[in-house]
Every structure is written in structure tokens, then in C-alpha cells.
């Protein structure tokens, strides 16, 4: 087993506002959020949202779990579907939609606001593994191995780019300085993740992490197919707007599909037989205990440092994000075939529908208060 120890968070709160409607809140679909007005995504504009269609994907996360739960044979590596040979394709797909997807002229635009990037790139990659540090040395022991694993995971990530965007729209915040922000932070996690998982990771055959060779790995399956798709974004860049809802597909069914064979791999190696249905309350507990106070955090932090709104709200989402898109597919490089993946990436598939949830509620209330004069 590797070397390391991930705590819980202490129970520092953040009550997240409640929603102006009496309907009950439901975790949203960044694809699927209302267009903020007077600003414009650099993605396009945040398409209306469906009420009452279901989230495709937050239903096919939960099919393909239950699905590796009941028969891990199909998903498996080497399994029935051998999924593991379309794993790498997916990987380099999905980096390289985000490539094509993302506008340069956003990045320009928000490139001057330089104590609000200082501040969620400390939080991001400083303030939440330091805050993991401080809590593991207090809740450790009660958390199992993997999973604690799987949290330090979670800390080490970088920002999600789409889900950042689309939260900052919908709050009427800066969106360029949030484009800028959330591509900085997925550039930067291509080498800060790996040190991050360096310090705390041993390898499978109990070796220390090789810094450098992980680095360039990543750097090819990531920044490769991305610094691809700006490249050609110029050329077809109109024709990939036309086709957006197809790409959007392809980027989540690739997630769905390593989550698959991730799960198979863990439930074949005796997760459930291990752990328990005990371990998926302490993973939404822990994941909780990691966003509230985050989020608590940069909103004083912005107020503190004499922030306007619209960059407070770009700190907020941001700097309290952690990224699904980059996660499952990094994690793969940097685990190899640890048998208790399924584990490891438990943290962040919850942090992302909570961090959907509680960041949809916030933002409806940012954009109140905006439309109210800021």
C-alpha cells in the first residue's frame, strides 16, 4: 500500500443560502445553466436549462457504478467490453474538445486582474493540500487508506474550467477573468498535481513517484491534444460551435467510461467486500468538509484584499473547484493499475455533484444581488 495518509476536514461550516424557490434544489448540468445576461461565455452562450430532464450524466455515473458493483467483469481491464484500449483515445478526445473549445480572446481579456489569479492558484494549489495537511494530522486514522489517498487526490487537483465558467455567467461575474483563471489552473495541474503526488504517493512497487517521467506523461495525454485543438481552433472553430452538443456528449461519455472500467477494476479486487456501503458515507462527508470551507475562505479573501463583486464571485467558483474532466484521466496516469482506483477517484466524483449543487445555489444568489446594484 502506498505511503499515505489523507484526513477528513474538521467540521468547518459554510451554510450555502437557500434557494429563493421553494422547488427542491437538484444538482444542474453545466451544460444546461441559464444564459447570464450581459455577459457573454467564452464558450458561447450557457444554453437554457430543461426542468424536469434528467442529467444524463450524473445517471450514467450512477448506472456504471451500480453496473461495476453487480458485474465487474463487463468493465473491467481485460473484461468482456475491454474498455481499457479506448481509455487512452478518450483521454487525448477530451483534452483535445477542450482545446478546440476554449476562445484565446477570452484569455486576453482577463489577463490584467493579477491578485485575483494569485489568489485562486494559492488556494488551489497550496491552501487545499495545506488544508488537507493540518486535518490529516487529526482525522486520519479514521478514514481507510485508499480513500484517505483519494482525498489527498482530491486536494492536488486543479480548477475545473467548464463548470467554473458556466457558475460565473450565471452569478454575472467576470467571465474572462474566469476562462483565464480555470485554463491557467488546468495548465499548471499538469505539473503541479504530479510534484503535489510526488511527496505523499509511493509508486506500486513502493518506489518513490518518478516527478520528471509522470510530468511528461501527462504533459502528452493533457497538453498535447489541447495545445492541438487551440492550433486548428482557428481554422475550424466555427464548425465545432455547430457541433457542440455532440462534443459535450463525447467529453462526458469518455468520463463515464473510465469511471467504468475504474470501478470494475476496484469491485474485482473486493471494494465492497472490503469497505462497505459505510465508505461512500464517509466520502460524502469528507467532501462536504473540503467545499464549505473553501468556499467560505475565498469569499473572505476577496473581501479582505478589497475585491470588486465580480471578481469575488470569480475567486469563489474558481478558487473552490476541483476538476472531474482532468481527474479521472490523470489519476490513470499517476496510479498506473493501483488495484483500488474505484477508491481514489470516489472523492472527486462526489465533489462534483455537490460542488454543482451548492455553486448553482450560490450563484443564483450572487446574481440577485448583482441585478441589486453589486
Not at 444554453?47 to 461495476?68: E, N, Y
Not at 477570452?106 to 493540500?129: D, E, K, N
Not at 482530491?154 to 467576470?174: C, E, H, I, K, W
Not at 505539473?191 to 506523461?217: C, H, N, R, Y
Amino acid at each position: 500500500m502506498p505511503a499515505c495518509s489523507a484526513r477528513l476536514p474538521s467540521a468547518a461550516a459554510c451554510s450555502a443560502p437557500a434557494a429563493s424557490s421553494p422547488a427542491r434544489a437538484r444538482p444542474l448540468s453545466t451544460a444546461r445553466l441559464p444564459q447570464a445576461s450581459g455577459r457573454a461565455a467564452a464558450g458561447g452562450p450557457i444554453r437554457p436549462s430543461q426542468r424536469g430532464a434528467a442529467d444524463w450524466f450524473l445517471l450514467g455515473l450512477l448506472a456504471v457504478v451500480a453496473t461495476a458493483s453487480l458485474a465487474p467483469d463487463i468493465g473491467r481491464t481485460g473484461g468482456w467490453l475491454h474498455l481499457e484500449r479506448l481509455a487512452d483515445a478518450g483521454v487525448f478526445a477530451i483534452f483535445f474538445l477542450h482545446g478546440m473549445g476554449l476562445s484565446t480572446e477570452s484569455l486576453l481579456q482577463g489577463i490584467s486582474r493579477w491578485r485575483l489569479h494569485l489568489l485562486v492558484q494559492l488556494t488551489t494549489f497550496a491552501v487545499f493540500p495545506l488544508w488537507w495537511l493540518l486535518l490529516d494530522a487529526l482525522f486520519g486514522s479514521l478514514v481507510a487508506p485508499d480513500l484517505r489517498l483519494g482525498f489527498f487526490y482530491l486536494a492536488a487537483l486543479p480548477s475545473t474550467v467548464s463548470s467554473s465558467v458556466a457558475m460565473t455567467a450565471l452569478a454575472r461575474g467576470n467571465v474572462a477573468a474566469a476562462v483565464l483563471n480555470a485554463t491557467l489552473s488546468t495548465l499548471l495541474g499538469v505539473f503541479l498535481t504530479p510534484l503535489l503526488a510526488s511527496w505523499v504517493i509511493a509508486g506500486a512497487d513502493g518506489q518513490a513517484l518518478a516527478v520528471g517521467e509522470t510530468m511528461l506523461k501527462v504533459a502528452q495525454m493533457l497538453l498535447l491534444p489541447f495545445a492541438i485543438g487551440q492550433a486548428l481552433r482557428p481554422f475550424v472553430g466555427g464548425w465545432f460551435k455547430r457541433i457542440k452538443p455532440f462534443t459535450n456528449a463525447v467529453d462526458r461519455g469518455v468520463i463515464v467510461m473510465l469511471v467504468w472500467t475504474s470501478f470494475s477494476d476496484s469491485v474485482a479486487d473486493g471494494l465492497w467486500t472490503r469497505h462497505g456501503p459505510g465508505l461512500l458515507v464517509t466520502t460524502l462527508l469528507g467532501v462536504a468538509l473540503f467545499l464549505f470551507p473553501m468556499l467560505a475562505l475565498t469569499r473572505w479573501a476577496a473581501r479582505r484584499l478589497g475585491m470588486p463583486p465580480d471578481e469575488e464571485i470569480v475567486a469563489v467558483f474558481c478558487g473552490s473547484k476541483k476538476t472531474l474532466a482532468s481527474g479521472v484521466p490523470m489519476a490513470r496516469l499517476l496510479f498506473g493499475g493501483h488495484p483500488a482506483m474505484g477508491v481514489l477517484v470516489l472523492p472527486i466524483l462526489f465533489y462534483h455533484q455537490l460542488q454543482l449543487f451548492v455553486c448553482a445555489v450560490l450563484a443564483r444568489r450572487y446574481a440577485r444581488r448583482m441585478e441589486a446594484g453589486g
